[in-house]
């Protein structure tokens, strides 16, 4: 299973900086893909980064290019989502999860999903 890591998420100013943590247990994290999504009240699960298994290729939303950026560390079987020049607009429940594929960065495409993080910017 993949499961955030606390403290994670909470309560930052804008500008502010966090990092988002998934461990994995059971498998071999570094073998598979993984997604960071968010979702917000009434709207749907967004991609927000993906990282391929082999960490040679990433994907990030537009809205967070610049600012955040995903990494793992094979050896701890854990993820990261760094979160830089936080925004109100980040504001959201963040998941993680793994993938068998490295394609679009959609909710499709991932399942087993970790517990929600909550993560909110506000001065």
């Known amino acids: 299973q993949l499961q955030p890591v606390e403290p994670g998420g909470g309560l930052v100013q804008p500008g502010g900086s966090l990092r988002l943590s998934c461990a994995a247990s059971?498998?071999?994290?570094?073998?598979?893909?993984v997604g960071w999504f968010r979702q917000a009240p009434g709207n749907a699960r967004e991609g927000v980064s993906c990282?391929?298994?082999?960490?040679?290729?990433?994907y990030y939303a537009a809205a967070v290019k610049g600012r955040f950026t995903i990494s793992r560390d094979s050896a701890k079987n854990t993820v990261y989502l760094k979160m830089n020049n936080l925004k109100p607009e980040d504001t959201a429940v963040y998941y993680c999860?793994?993938?068998?594929?490295?394609?679009?960065?959609?909710?499709?495409?991932?399942?087993?999903w970790g517990q929600g993080t909550q993560v909110t910017v506000s001065s």
């Open positions: 990282i391929s298994s082999g960490d040679k290729t990433t």
């Open positions: 059971g498998f071999t994290l570094a073998n598979y893909a």
């Open positions: 999860a793994p993938s068998q594929i490295f394609r679009l960065c959609i909710a499709r495409e991932y399942a087993n």
